[in-house]
């Protein structure tokens, strides 16, 4: 079996909401397995010094406060841009949550109207209102999006019925183009921008969300379909679930 | 104003009393604020000698009530907001409380904790001497943000003011890179060399908090034999480090808030682990504890392992899925039936079980319920 090659990009950087739980989730979730999983951390600076970029098969950038993503910010445009284009174009799979997901957008709107020039990979843009719209916090709830909760590789590990469960906090509220794919449908809290319900973006096989609480500690399925999908296999070994539906269960009647 | 102000707090402070609202103490304090909006400010309400004020994300309790020990032990009257009501309505409660209607003696200190984001409010209003910056790590995100700007509002906020001193510890990067333009005196707790702290002090407090207490108490002219000396009787403030009989079980408390706080505890709980056959987890959600749980994924599951080997772990509150799951993915054995979300149902189960000493790490809000389950009563 091959193995599960994790590119963590600004890990001592961009950590805010315990993003590092999402790697510590599914390496736990492949030890278990006996599946081979290393992590691969890649931090400012060139890419020439990473020998194993190209066997990289799962990507995770997580968010952070504004002064640490200022601080990668240039980097991230620079030095990170060719290789993140080609890794998302080659179909491979990633996971970009919260700042990072904003920063993969068209660009991002300060309240003072400055405009931040994102990646431009997905196709959406975030605006922040200032002071006049309240920051989007709390609990939350959402439907996965059929296009990817219909993958058969989704439906092979899914055992939570295609929902997903976090927790967001952000004050720039992000809009999809149209004819892009959102990652999930909220069924409680505020998602993208809590105007349209969608929460999210799909691109290729990469994933941009606002939930974090972690994510893939909260929805281990969604770890699992990583996991399959990266490393190009139909399904996994069940795991005993007890804990995590039980979780799951809970959740689902916070408020 | 100020006579009229202090004669409806002593009356409201009565009433509370009377009809044992137990957590009414902040009320004297709001109503005093909204009939005298500047009564922080009235001089009448200031102890002779000063105010200290003691903030941070982690430590300030136990700091503070560290520090008023120390100088009741010298003989000084100390007004205090031993309760933890750190925000500006239980402050204003606590000096309003601690100020005498009629010509007794007026306290000599007033030594505060406050809420690291009330601070800046609170020197604004209030004539202080004195402030004691612990620490600032991530808590509470939903409602305090980032803490980059705790720190410059800080530092603007002691700029502003007129204050005296600043004990602080310079270890901290962010501590260090601070600047403090006012004139007031920047004092280093870290100056203090972990090694002349008594071993029996450091087992049962942080080092860095009882270094804070000696530099403050050194400031104020109390040598550090004495200040030691004063502290060897020292009792941990409620939920931490505190010790409850309950039918025949001890439960040791250690109030585990956030990243650092449970980091910490978990570690002096490691040290003494032989004193211990179980471990209960309790965590909340509610607004106190901050919404967001995350932040039991930002202590290093090597901790969380080593810590938990070889006990009986039990998981409750709120929270308490989520805290099971975490525990499960740093490689802790859990037992799904001590595992549920309702408190009184995992007392059952322990009761059940043969346990007799127990380390609870409970976040805020649990703290106060599981103590007020232990004790009947609530705080003080």
Redesign the interface.
Known sequence: MNKLLIGYLYKDELNLYGDNGNVEVLSARCARRDIECEIVLISKGNLSAYARLSEINLLFMGGGPDSSQKSIYGDFLEEKEPFIRDYIASGKTGLFVCGSYQLMGDYYRAADGAELKGLGLFKAHTIHFGKNRPRCIGNVRAKINSKLSSDQVFKNVDFLGGAVIGFENHGGRTYLDAGAAPFAHVTYGHGNNSEDGTEGIIVGNCIGTYFHGPILAKNPHLADYLIAKSLNLPELPKLNAGLTVASYTASKKLR | MLFLTLLITRFLEAFIRLLSLGSGGTWPGHVALKLYPGVLSASGISPSIGTVLISGTNGKTTTTKMLCHVLRGKGFVVTTNASGANLLNGIASSLLSGTPLFDKRRADYAVLEVDEFTLPTVLEQLKVKGIVLLNLS?DQ??RYG???LILERWEKAVNESEINYVVLDKSFEYFREMSFTSGAEVLNAEDIPEETLPEDLKERFHAKNIKAVLTTASFLGIPFEETVLLLTDFQAAYGRGEIIDFGGINFHLFLAKNPASLTANLKAFEKRKNDFDAVLFILN?NIPDG????????VE?LLILSACAGKEIYVSG?R???M???L??A?VP?L?EN?T?SVPEIMKRIKKSSVKNIAVFPNYSAMLDFRKMLTGRKIL
Do not use: K, N, Q
């Open positions: 991530r995100l939903d980032e803490t980059d959600d919404r967001d749980v995350s932040w039991i994924y930002d599951p709120v308490g899925f989520d099971a799951v975490r499960d993915y490689g859990i799904e595992v979300t």
